[in-house]
């Protein structure tokens, strides 16, 4: 059974750094395309970054420059590192892997971004 638990949310100052982890298990992780999500209250869900199993990643506008994601496949774990943060990037976040057809995320974690 695929699991993701995320870590790593809080409350930061604009222009604050956070790092954000999801951890794996039950899959091959080194396999797969790992993705991150972001969901702001009354907005939909959507892609920011993916890494994929070559470690080649791709970025939305919105965070591109100022957050980096990565993997670590012997510890089955992808890191987001945000940089610069603007209140804009308040929202719940959700890494995701998709294996064949079937997507699977994890819980979520806030980040809030206010002075």
């Known amino acids: 059974q695929v699991q993701l638990v995320e870590s790593g949310g809080g409350l930061v100052q604009p222009g604050g750094s956070l790092r954000l982890a999801c951890a794996a298990s039950?899959?091959?992780?080194?396999?797969?395309?790992l993705n991150w999500y972001r969901q702001a209250p009354g907005k939909q869900r959507e892609l920011i970054t993916s890494?994929?199993?070559?470690?080649?990643?791709n970025y939305a506008d919105s965070v591109k420059g100022r957050f980096t994601i990565s993997r670590d496949n012997a510890k089955k774990t992808v890191y987001l590192q945000m940089n610069s943060l603007k209140p804009e990037d308040t929202a719940v976040y959700y890494c995701n892997i998709r294996v064949n057809t079937d997507d699977y995320w994890g819980q979520g974690t806030q980040v809030t971004v206010s002075a």
């Open positions: 890494i994929f199993s070559d470690g080649t990643t």
């Open positions: 039950g899959i091959i992780f080194s396999r797969y395309a």
